[in-house]
């Protein structure tokens, strides 16, 4: 089992920054890879952005170039910078951790709010 809790939301203008933390514990030798996931209101969720266990990235089109996502393994944390915030990029955003296909784990959440 792996257990995840994000923080680090709230409420920014458009324009402005958050950092978003995700903190791992229980089996995290089993996790292959970390996602952000977000899901707006009336919205299905959407992958935003990806780190492998070989720290690799991937992200969402239309957050490239101003989130980022970033692990310190010490903590076993991973991160998400998110930098010129728009409002469309309101959303709950959800830690996600792959462990296999059949094992799939999800924090509980963080609101991110941007204001026009």
């Known amino acids: 089992q792996v257990q995840l809790v994000e923080s680090g939301g709230g409420l920014v203008q458009a324009g402005g920054s958050l950092r978003l933390s995700c903190a791992a514990s229980?089996?995290?030798?089993?996790?292959?890879?970390m996602d952000w996931y977000r899901q707006a209101p009336g919205k299905q969720r959407e992958l935003v952005a990806t780190?492998?266990?070989?720290?690799?990235?991937n992200y969402k089109d239309s957050v490239k170039g101003r989130f980022a996502i970033s692990r310190d393994n010490a903590k076993n944390t991973v991160y998400l910078q998110m930098n010129s915030l728009k409002p469309e990029d309101t959303a709950v955003y959800y830690c996600?951790?792959?462990?296999?296909?059949?094992?799939?784990?999800w924090g509980q959440g963080t609101q991110v709010t941007v204001s026009s």
């Open positions: 229980g089996s995290i030798f089993s996790i292959n890879a």
């Open positions: 996600h951790a792959f462990a296999g296909p059949t094992r799939h784990y």
């Open positions: 780190i492998t266990s070989g720290g690799s990235t």
